[in-house]
């Protein structure tokens, strides 16, 4: 298949008017599916009511069937089209964070939205994303679109139009560029239909955040303990890895370098992630400074290209610095550990 790319900036107004945005809605009106940016990381939409489009986002992408997706939508009205009800809590945490990185699950209406876009259940992860792009195209099709992230299944999520190319062109109809995304890492999912909301995926908006608005909420403790059995199902597969083996280290920067040392003596190509603060201080085969510790949000957009630029290096082994398990930091642990396949060394 000929994927088409179309350059978009961002910054102009009236989108909807866009000849690449009409080509990019035309193709989702066609039952394609089409890759595009929101404000966490690149989606790859596909026209919710259909069956044939959703089976085309899990073929392209390689992802279990049984991974449900989250539907996109610009308009709250379009909501009670395919859900039952919307909780008081749902609605203040709409009002205070829609348009942005909060997906809220809600009980859904049977038999509206293709079943495959949520396998199994009584419940649909619903979300405005915070991006003149993707709002956009949903303006223009007036569809909700269920949209994964853009990477092919277990890559790191895509936060530039680049990353979608390298793992899916010629597998889907089309990618709109829109530079690379701000947040950097996905929305944090909360389960409202339980009447202590529950945090199913940390991200872009805190726990803190959430609380602010509606007081108690309670986090699945599958994200902590890796015995339970999570509640989202995406939770439970391997993620967001690079090609070498990652192994964050809970220890200060001289254990971590006399580790990568001992290694690197057993022949072994050592790649070290860390911040600004702290990379001119390792000797490694490959240095990278994610964003700095004194700006968390720095380290969370660029989280993803990091591990994807490790992969240039064809290392053996990534040593990780860890990052304070507290505000945007809570979602960089939980990618972070996820990517290690919870190894971890503590000093
Ligand atoms: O920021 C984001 O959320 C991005 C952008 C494109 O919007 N999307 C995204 O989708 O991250 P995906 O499919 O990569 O991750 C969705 C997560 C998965 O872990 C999935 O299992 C969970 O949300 N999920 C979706 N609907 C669910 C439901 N009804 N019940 C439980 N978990 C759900
Ligand atoms: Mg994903």
């Not at 999520?157 to 995304?181: F, N, R, Y």
């Not at 701000?182 to 944090?188: F, I």
């Amino acid at each position: 298949m000929d994927t088409k790319r179309w350059s978009v900036d961002k910054n102009v107004d009236n989108l909807t008017g866009y000849p690449q945005i009409t080509q990019a809605a035309d193709l989702l009106l066609n039952n394609e599916v089409v890759a595009f940016p929101t404000e966490t990381v690149y989606g790859l939409g596909a026209n919710a009511y259909s069956d044939q489009a959703v089976a085309k986002i899990f073929e392209a992408k390689g992802r279990p069937a049984d991974n449900p997706l989250i539907i996109h939508i610009a308009d709250e009205a379009m909501i009670s089209d395919f859900v039952e009800e919307i909780p008081e809590n749902a609605k203040k945490l709409m009002k205070a964070y829609w348009p942005g990185p909060l997906t809220i699950l809600l009980k859904m209406k049977q038999g509206v939205l293709s079943e495959m876009a949520t396998p199994g259940l009584s419940t649909v992860g619903v979300r405005m994303p915070d991006h003149p792009v993707a709002l956009a195209l949903l303006q223009k099709t007036k569809l909700p679109i269920a949209a994964p992230s853009a990477n092919s299944s277990g890559r790191p999520s895509p936060t530039a139009a680049e990353h979608v190319w390298d793992d899916l062109q010629g597998k889907i109809a089309g990618i709109v560029d829109g530079g690379t995304t701000g947040v950097g890492l996905e929305s944090t999912v909360l389960d409202c239909t339980e009447d202590v909301p529950v945090i199913l995926r940390p991200g872009g908006i805190t726990a803190q955040q959430i609380q602010e608005v509606i007081g108690e909420i309670a986090v699945d403790p599958a994200l902590t303990d890796v015995e339970q059995q999570p509640k989202s199902p995406g939770m439970k597969y391997r993620h967001y890895a690079p090609d070498a083996t990652l192994v964050l280290v809970d220890g200060d920067r001289s254990e971590i370098q006399r580790l990568i040392l001992d290694k690197q003596k057993e022949g072994l190509k050592v790649g070290v992630l860390t911040t600004s603060e702290n990379a001119s201080f390792y000797q490694a085969d490959k240095v990278i400074a994610c964003g700095s510790r004194d700006n968390l949000n720095s380290v969370a957009g660029s989280l993803y290209e990091t591990l994807r630029n490790f992969n240039n290096a064809e290392l053996d082994l990534i040593f990780s610095e860890m990052f304070p398990d507290e505000g945007v930091g809570q979602a960089i642990m939980n990618r972070l550990i996820k990517a290690a396949g919870y190894r971890v060394i503590s000093f």
